[in-house]
Nanobody, 119 residues
C-alpha cells in the first residue's frame, strides 16, 4: 500500500496550490479519503474528506470556502485545491485513506508534503 503526496511548496499569501495523492496497493474507489495537516508544535488536524461516492466534508472552519477536495478513481488519485492561502495554512499535509467494511477498519497514511505560505 502506498499513498504518495505531491504538489507542496512555497507560496505567497493569497496564492493557490493543488496537492495530489497517488494511491496504489488497495481498492482506491472503495475508500474514503482525507487530507490532514500538522503545523509545527501542533497536533495533526483533519482538514477535509471525501467519501467513496464523492461527497465531501470540510472539517476545518478556517479552510471552508478556500479548500476543496476531489478524486479521480480512474487514476487512483485524490486532490486538494487550496486557494487564498494564509500563513496559518503552513503545515505538512498528509493524505489518508480509510474504510470500515463492518468487520475491520483499514487506515493508510502518506508521508506528507510541506506547504509553506510566506512572503
Amino acid at each position: 500500500v502506498q499513498l504518495v503526496e505531491s504538489g507542496g511548496g512555497l507560496v505567497q499569501p493569497g496564492g493557490s496550490l493543488r496537492l495530489s495523492c497517488a494511491a496504489s496497493g488497495f481498492t482506491f474507489s472503495s475508500f474514503a479519503m482525507s487530507w490532514y495537516r500538522q503545523a509545527p508544535g501542533k497536533e495533526r488536524q483533519l482538514v477535509i474528506s471525501i467519501t467513496s461516492a464523492g461527497g465531501s466534508t470540510n472539517h476545518a472552519d478556517s479552510t471552508k470556502g478556500r479548500f476543496t477536495i476531489s478524486r479521480d478513481n480512474a487514476k487512483n488519485t485524490v486532490f486538494l485545491q487550496m486557494n487564498s492561502l494564509k500563513p496559518e495554512d503552513t503545515a505538512v499535509y498528509y493524505c489518508n485513506a480509510h474504510r470500515y467494511d463492518g468487520r475491520s477498519f483499514d487506515n493508510y497514511w502518506g508521508r506528507g508534503t510541506q506547504v509553506t505560505v510566506s512572503s
